[in-house]
């Protein structure tokens, strides 16, 4: 196997500092911001992305950030019943607001048209967002990501390894192919 590291900490830290100023741009600001991270390592991600975006601008001292499992609403859901969902945390209703899902790779597409369904099961935002650390390409719906760490064409075989701090105990991004 071959082992391609694309992204080191630093790197990871730029990608994430970026996306938030382009969040809070596009939202003209901190208001009615809600930050939902799709787990297990999108949630880490979400979390830095809200905790930089809370630095940059200080809101109302409330939490904008919260996780959302998609578990139940898959496609594949049929073909994976091992899966064990993940608890969902909003930070508050999210009717009327601006939520931006986060997650660590987009590939098919799949996990995000999940998601956009168990939104729709909690409230009606006036829009949505897509921020995701990489985006492999190979999408089977159409989805797309407004925010992306780093564009990482690759094969169908390959297959990106994304460590965290908080969830691996190391942090990069490599690309492994067989
Ligand atoms: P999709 O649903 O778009 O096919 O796949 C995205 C979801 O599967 C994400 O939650 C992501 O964590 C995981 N995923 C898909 N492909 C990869 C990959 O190459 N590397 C990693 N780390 N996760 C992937
Ligand atoms: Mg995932």
New binding site residues.
């Given amino acids: 196997m071959t082992v391609r590291t694309v992204l080191q900490q630093a790197d990871i830290t730029r990608a994430l500092t970026r996306i938030s100023h382009e969040i809070l741009e596009s939202n003209r600001g901190v208001s009615d911001l809600v930050i939902l991270g799709?787990p297990?390592?999108?949630v880490a991600l979400a979390r830095r992305i809200a905790e930089t975006i809370e630095r940059i601008e200080p809101g109302t001292g409330e939490s904008i950030v919260g996780s959302l499992d998609v578990t139940m609403y898959r496609d594949d859901l049929s073909r994976n019943p091992t899966r064990a969902p993940s608890p969902t945390s909003l930070p508050g209703p999210i009717d009327g607001k601006t939520v931006v899902l986060v997650?660590?790779?987009?590939?098919?597409?799949?996990?995000?048209?999940?998601a956009l369904d168990a939104l729709s099961d909690l409230g009606r935002p006036r829009v949505v967002r897509l921020a995701v650390l990489?985006d492999?390409g190979?999408?089977?719906l159409p989805?797309r990501a407004d925010f992306v760490g780093k564009n990482l064409p690759?094969a169908a075989s390959?297959?990106?390894?994304?460590r965290l701090t908080e969830v691996d105990g190391d942090e990069y991004v490599t690309i492994d192919s067989p």
Avoid: Q, Y
């Avoid at 997650?103 to 999940?114: E, H, P, Q, W, Y």
């Avoid at 390959?158 to 994304?162: C, D, G």
């Fill in positions: 799709i297990t390592r999108g997650d660590d790779v987009l590939f098919s597409g799949r996990t995000i048209r999940a990489v492999r190979h999408r089977e989805i690759s390959e297959r990106i390894n994304v």
